[in-house]
């Protein structure tokens, strides 16, 4: 069974940084699945924050947070990062990992294919 587990979150001043990760256990070829963090404010929409490409050559990532934040994956961990500096305090949220079996790297919440559960992020100003 895929699982994918975020940890990271936490509590930062503004200006601040976070570095989030996600484990995926379960799966047997890591390298064939696009791999993103979206994020989910009270009352809002889930949201793209960034994706990485099967390759982990090709980055894509949301206008609010480019230059801020950074993806990378680690194959031997079949682990996702997401950097995150300069935080705002429009950053706060529960960001999720999800990967997805594709070719094409999304944008779009329904067409990953699995969700971990979530870690918090609260940024003070």
């Known amino acids: 069974q895929v699982q994918l587990v975020e940890s990271g979150g936490g509590l930062v001043q503004a200006g601040g940084s976070l570095r989030l990760s996600c484990a995926a256990s379960?799966?047997?070829?890591?390298?064939?699945?696009?791999m993103a963090w979206f994020r989910q404010a009270p009352g809002k929409e889930r949201e793209f924050v960034a994706a990485?490409?099967?390759?982990?050559?090709?980055?894509y990532y949301a206008d609010s947070v480019k230059g801020r934040f950074t993806i990378s994956r680690e194959y031997a961990k079949n682990t996702v990062y997401l950097q995150m500096n300069s935080l705002k305090p429009e950053d706060p949220a529960v960001y999720y990992c999800?990967?997805?079996?594709?070719?094409?790297?999304?944008?779009?919440?329904?067409?990953?294919?699995?969700w971990g559960q979530g870690t918090q992020v609260t940024v003070s100003s």
């Open positions: 999800a990967d997805e079996y594709s070719s094409v790297v999304h944008r779009t919440p329904t067409e990953y294919d699995s």
């Open positions: 379960g799966r047997t070829a890591f390298s064939t699945y696009v």
């Open positions: 990485i490409d099967r390759s982990g050559i090709r980055t």
